[in-house]
């Protein structure tokens, strides 16, 4: 149980187009997505906060307009990467829990290049 | 939330016992202890949760002494497979989010 999918699982796009990665939870109902960015070698860094059916809470730094962030159900979140940029290359990581609990479950990740 | 301190790296050999210490001396109250394993172009993946004393499971134990400040995760009888990245995590259950610390990435010999 407690299956988190990613879609897709990579991703190759020219500067300036934007790119929408779908985070589901396949075997629970998810009321808290997290979307995480790790660079090569690095740890990974909370991005934002999704709550089913409310706005996204971003962390410090994290631009919202650019990365737009829907949770309309509680087994889908997606995240848009607008008018992506070769700095926006990077690993991106979903995960998602239930109320109550504390254990976070990641999803396999998506691997985005901006060329 | 608190901070988690781990060493950078670890190298074993195969078939030995690991033991990765994390420090979190601001630690809560209610703050729960939760261990995940990276592997390279992948997801965290859930090892462990504790409170306090020892907890074991199939795959490790996780022993967190009196004072709650640190606590230790050990993988019995290290195998090739087992060379990942291992991060602490200290957060209250329920609470919104954690932050991710280094890590220590654990190289197996053979």
């Known amino acids: 149980g407690a299956v988190v999918s990613q879609h897709p699982s990579w991703v190759i796009c020219k500067s300036g187009t934007s790119v929408k990665i779908e985070c589901r939870s396949l075997?629970?109902?998810?009321?808290?997505m997290f979307w995480y960015r790790q660079f090569p070698k690095q740890s990974l860094m909370l991005m934002a906060t999704?709550?089913?059916?409310?706005?996204?809470?971003?962390e410090q730094g994290v631009e919202k307009d650019k990365f737009l962030i829907n949770h309309a159900s509680l087994t889908l979140s997606t995240l848009t990467v607008t008018s992506a940029h070769p700095e926006d290359s990077s690993f991106y990581i979903c995960?998602?829990?239930?109320?109550?609990?504390?254990?976070?479950?990641f999803g396999p990740g998506t691997r985005l290049l901006v060329l | 939330l608190a901070k988690t301190t781990q060493p950078i790296s670890m190298d074993s050999y195969e078939g030995q016992e690991v033991n990765i210490t994390c420090s979190h001396n601001?630690?809560?109250?209610?703050?729960?202890i939760t261990w995940y394993q990276q592997f390279p172009s992948q997801g965290p993946r859930f090892i462990i949760q504790?409170?306090?004393t020892k907890v074991t499971n199939e795959v490790a134990s996780l022993f967190i002494p009196a004072d709650r400040k640190s606590s230790t995760l050990s993988l019995p009888r290290v195998s090739l497979s087992d060379t990942a990245v291992y991060y602490c995590?200290?957060?209250?259950?329920?609470?919104?989010?954690?932050?991710f610390g280094t890590g220590t990435k654990l190289q197996v010999i053979p």
């Open positions: 995960s998602a829990k239930l109320a109550n609990q504390e254990t976070q479950y």
């Open positions: 075997d629970f109902q998810a009321t808290t």
């Open positions: 995590l200290a957060g209250t259950r329920g609470y919104q989010k954690v932050t």
């Open positions: 504790g409170y306090k």
């Open positions: 601001n630690i809560a109250t209610n703050d729960y």
């Open positions: 999704s709550n089913e059916g409310s706005k996204a809470t971003y």
